[in-house]
């Protein structure tokens, strides 16, 4: 890095701690997340969250699903938990902005969190850059293959004027009219969010040129074909991503 502030990009887990640093002790030390955190407020690091991270926070798993039914509609959207929006407020309050990683529309669940600026790289780099990363990855694939196998059992889907992703309907459909499936269906459905959006997170901070991603995550439960899975980190250090979790930022930077 040189000796501009350090840019760096906060996995779900770290923005939980950097709001709150006594809540997990076992995984981030207190200590390490309220040095990141004065840093973050004394504007001696500039920290960010994605796009996609309010996503994976802001909503409950039904609520996720009815977002995804409703997303590049008018359709009303699902409101954000009271407990991860007050986290989000007070982040948005010590100086953290948001990343843009388009889900299937830019929408933002927390207004008190600004877009960033395009500091780095004009935008067409940026929108670029988050392409080239994101594009060989699976995405949402999955899901929507899955979706795609629940239609044929279901009423026809209203016109795509109101629906915008046929499969996201027909997911949501399968947990609102199957209570005794919903099991199974979070059992496939949850793991394919989560991934597809640690591939967006990843691919907002490369296109933002950002120095450092901080996760608390070690890489260690994920399954093996997780793209934050330990075996896979070398191939992202390849990329130009540096991972680190909060201890070894407080380290590095000398926080």
């Known amino acids: 890095m040189n000796h501009r502030v350090p840019r760096i990009t906060l996995d779900t887990n770290v923005c939980n701690v950097i709001h709150e640093p006594d809540k997990w002790p076992t995984l981030v030390a207190p200590d390490d997340a309220r040095k990141m955190r004065a840093a973050i407020s004394d504007k001696r690091i500039s920290g960010f969250v994605s796009e996609a991270t309010l996503f994976i926070e802001c909503l409950g798993f039904p609520d996720k699903l009815s977002y995804l039914?409703?997303?590049?509609?008018?359709?009303?959207?699902?409101?954000?938990?009271?407990?991860?929006?007050?986290?989000?407020?007070?982040?948005?309050?010590?100086?953290?902005?948001?990343?843009?990683?388009?889900?299937?529309?830019?929408?933002?669940?927390?207004?008190?969190?600004?877009?960033?600026?395009?500091?780095?790289?004009?935008?067409?780099?940026?929108?670029?850059?988050?392409?080239?990363?994101?594009?060989?990855?699976?995405?949402?694939?999955?899901?929507?293959?899955?979706?795609?196998?629940?239609?044929?059992?279901?009423?026809?889907?209203?016109?795509?004027?109101?629906?915008?992703?046929?499969?996201?309907?027909?997911?949501?459909?399968?947990?609102?009219?199957?209570?005794?499936g919903r099991k199974a269906v979070e059992k496939v459905v949850r793991p394919v969010i989560g991934e597809w959006c640690d591939g967006l997170i990843l691919g907002s901070h490369v296109a933002y040129g950002n120095d450092i991603f901080c996760t608390a995550d070690q890489g260690k439960s994920a399954g093996a074909n997780s793209l934050l899975h330990q075996s896979k980190r070398a191939a992202l250090v390849t990329q130009g991503i540096r991972i680190m979790t909060p201890r070894e930022v407080a380290q590095h930077l000398g926080l």
């Open 69 to 180: 039914a409703v997303a590049g509609t008018p359709g009303p959207r699902p409101e954000p938990h009271p407990n991860t929006k007050a986290m989000f407020d007070d982040l948005g309050s010590i100086g953290i902005e948001l990343l843009h990683a388009p889900l299937i529309g830019a929408e933002k669940f927390i207004e008190s969190i600004p877009w960033t600026k395009d500091a780095i790289y004009p935008i067409e780099e940026r929108q670029k850059r988050f392409f080239d990363f994101i594009r060989p990855l699976p995405r949402h694939a999955p899901l929507k293959a899955y979706g795609e196998s629940l239609l044929p059992a279901q009423p026809p889907v209203p016109p795509r004027a109101s629906v915008q992703s046929p499969w996201a309907m027909a997911i949501k459909r399968e947990w609102d009219g199957n209570p005794d």
